[in-house]
């Protein structure tokens, strides 16, 4: 499977970004779509998760109520929508295909390029 990430830039605090994943291939009802990020120096960490069949989502507990994570079944894209951006907000923002979900980023072993998002203050 390919995602192609894509959507950041560069935003002033305060701001809003939408990102967008799109996904190669079929998305089953059973997938997970899931969305991580990399601030510089830091250790990768879960930010959001949908269940692709019944829409169900998760979020980390830092990112709830600035984070909205959903999808569109027919163009296969997941968005990840973020508002009120904070300079900690920086990162690299990379999408997940799973069969479960799953918040540890190491139970992923292909991570594509991702796409960054920074937060001038």
């Known amino acids: 499977v390919q995602l192609q990430a894509c959507g950041g830039g560069l935003v002033q605090a305060g701001g809003s970004l939408r990102l967008s994943c799109a996904v190669s291939?079929?998305?089953?009802?059973?997938?997970?779509m899931t969305w991580f990020r990399q601030a510089p120096g830091k250790e990768r960490e879960f930010v959001a998760a949908?269940?692709?069949?019944?829409?169900?989502?998760y979020y980390a507990d830092s990112m709830k109520g600035r984070f909205t994570i959903s999808g569109d079944k027919a163009k296969n894209t997941v968005y990840l929508e973020i508002n009120g951006l904070k300079p900690e907000d920086t990162a690299v923002y990379y999408c997940?295909?799973?069969?479960?979900?799953?918040?540890?980023?190491?139970?992923?072993?292909?991570w594509g390029q991702g796409t960054l998002v920074t937060v001038s203050s």
């Open positions: 997940q295909r799973g069969n479960s979900y799953e918040t540890s980023p190491s139970m992923y072993a292909y």
């Open positions: 291939g079929r998305t089953f009802s059973s997938h997970v």
């Open positions: 949908l269940r692709w069949g019944s829409a169900r989502t």
